[in-house]
């Protein structure tokens, strides 16, 4: 990660901290790594924007392979309908009541939409919300695989997919998510081996109310690597744009790989044993434990031990501590909490010479 | 906190959940109350908006007697600024390199501006910036009195305040933070005493150099009911005005001062013993763990279990469960990480019945 130092001192004078930096050749090496790899396995992208909550970037997915984009809910969609992408599914088991509702619909006039749903209830409330428009709406029916967090039991997909149908929404397939897979190296290979079984026996259900599916959608950035076409047509991988220490952990990226830190800067010696970064859970988010510590500085083994809201606690051993003012890259352990809490991006590359500023477009959008 | 159950009731029509709900005529109450017991005990209230990042609510603590206020960082001290806000206190170890400092330059010209400073170099790097217009900048020195964060050893204050007024700043006083009063119930007094008895230091040291300080400044709102008029001069709490579990917990408020929650919805059920809102980390933060829940459903014992980015996971015993698309109120364990994630909040009070929205004016602005 000391490319990470490089490129900081090269644009310390120009920024000021807390800021996130991308390094945009190492972000651009993600996408197309990634764009490979599924191309390799036959199978499409469609990145998660929640990760980075950027056009720019969705653009970059885009032109490099991408069928479309993931996003978390209507606010983000919203964001990224705007900005001319025509091709969103919303990956989240949405209840459309409300604004809410008219939102949606809204929204499956100007794109091509597709929303998630893991029971007959949220079925109903998106056909009602779409009123007579509901064959502008394709539902992916969610089914969980392992995660045990939300999605239909595998065989209930063909229930649940007929009854969109019967609602005269279009039912497009199935998702799921295998968070388990994140729980260790040796998990991510498992993990998406329930999602691959779930995903055929899912796949069975639909075939079973004479629904072939358009498409047949899988995570996330710590399994892909294992996924096959088998019955998948899609991927969904978010955090592999930027990637971050809990992946380096768990073996899907190296610490090269990663293309996001945090500059920050020394702002209090005067603890012994410690100094102070002018970075909190403001910045970085509370992503991590006593354990790991709260966010590395790149190229050394000192992580932060705690946080307050503006305050970053560095415990530094044998009396060697950095000079206040001195400014250093904090690498997350998880980067998603942490582009919320910008209002831009600070783009340079490894060198550190160019600058530019891209808005985080779709930050606060939450519902 | 069923009266937040029975507002929400009244508006869940009209809004779409994750959003941030503020009952004005408890926070109206909670300002009321800071100020009254602040006159009480002859001191100022400067209220820290790190809080509420909300200009509306500032000009309500100004209304109710506030003498200033207090910001975390450069860019909530501008927002504040823009607003009108001319007497702010940047209660933080300010480093003065590159553009930072040409702000805070500018900012000195236009409010009464106090900046925080623990150590020489800062304090000379503040001098640089200010270049010929010194004299514009006060310094409040800050000391430690137990936090162990930032902060110079009490008896160090008469030396840094030198140092300032060396090179033409304004050594305005002192500072400190009793964090460690957040330990527990039992720890809010004792770091109250602790505070008082460092800063009685402070101000001896200053004596000793020949500075009687304008201002002695003391946190927060756990240890502000046991502040006296001692030494101290002013008051920094800042959560105060929408309470959280955090403080109820620590008996710095009881559970019906707390006047903001999240109202989430049940978007999923199909996890047998639990179900998901559609609250996750980007919504209220990672503030909690295993053992309190990281938020609670008001008026109930249920508490979020687990926190995925927009998803949160409601272990429900016995076989309750609340229906797919019931929208419930979560009171946070921390209040302040929540604001910054959402771009307004929605204002009503205890009835319901009416409903404005307010910006969360300095989210994002964190350097």
Redesign the interface.
């Known amino acids: 990660m000391n490319r990470l130092q490089q490129a900081l001192d090269a644009l ?8 996130p930096i991308i390094l945009a050749d190492v972000m651009q090496d993600n996408i197309d790594r990634m764009q490979a790899l599924a191309d390799r396995q036959g199978l499409d992208v469609r990145p998660h924007v ?1 990760t980075h909550k950027c056009v720019e970037i969705g653009r970059r997915q885009l032109k490099a392979g991408a069928v479309g984009i993931t996003a ?3 606010g983000e969609a919203e964001v990224f309908a705007k900005a001319g992408f025509d091709d969103i599914f919303i990956a ?4 459309a ?4 509702g008219q ?1 949606i619909r809204k929204l499956a006039e100007t794109t091509r939409l597709r929303v998630g749903a ?2 007959v ?2 079925i109903h ?1 998106l056909a009602d919300a779409m009123e007579d428009d509901a064959g502008q709406l394709e539902i992916v029916v ?1 089914i ?1 695989c392992g995660a ?6 595998p065989a209930a997909a063909g229930e649940l997919a007929a009854a969109a149908r019967r609602r005269g929404l279009v039912p497009a397939g199935v998702f799921t998510y295998p ?1 388990h897979g994140s729980a260790g190296p040796e998990a991510r290979e498992r993990a998406a081996k329930d999602q691959e079984a779930a995903l055929i026996v899912a796949v069975r259900s639909l075939a079973a109310v004479g629904i072939t599916p358009e498409v047949v959608s899988a995570g996330s950035t710590p399994t892909v690597e294992f996924a096959t076409n088998s019955v998948i047509t899609e991927i969904r991988p978010g955090e592999y744009v930027f990637n971050d220490l809990n992946n380096a952990r768990l073996g899907a990226c190296t610490q090269d790989q990663i293309a996001l830190f945090v500059a920050a ?7 012994p044993g ?1 100094v ?1 970064l ?1 970075i909190g ?3 970085i ?3 991590g434990s006593s354990e790991i510590g709260f966010g590395a500085i790149a190229g050394t083994s000192a992580v932060l031990a705690k946080l ?4 970053g ?1 560095l415990p530094l051993p044998g009396g060697v501590r950095p ?3 001195t400014v250093v890259p904090v690498v997350p352990n998880h980067v ?2 942490v582009v ?4 831009e991006y600070v783009v340079t590359e490894s060198s550190g010479t160019s600058l530019e500023r891209w808005a ?1 477009d779709a ?5």
């Open positions: 310390v004078e120009r920024i000021d901290t807390p800021a929640k978390g809910n209507v989240y088991p949405l209840w009541a409300g604004t809410k939102r893991d029971n209830a949220a409330a969610e969980d045990r967090r939300s999605g239909a039991p968070g800067t020394v702002v209090s010696d005067q603890v410690q102070i002018d859970t403001k910045a988010g509370r992503e307050n809201e503006y305050h606690f000079r206040v003012g998603c909490p919320v809490n910008f209002e985080v930050r606060g959008f939450l519902n």
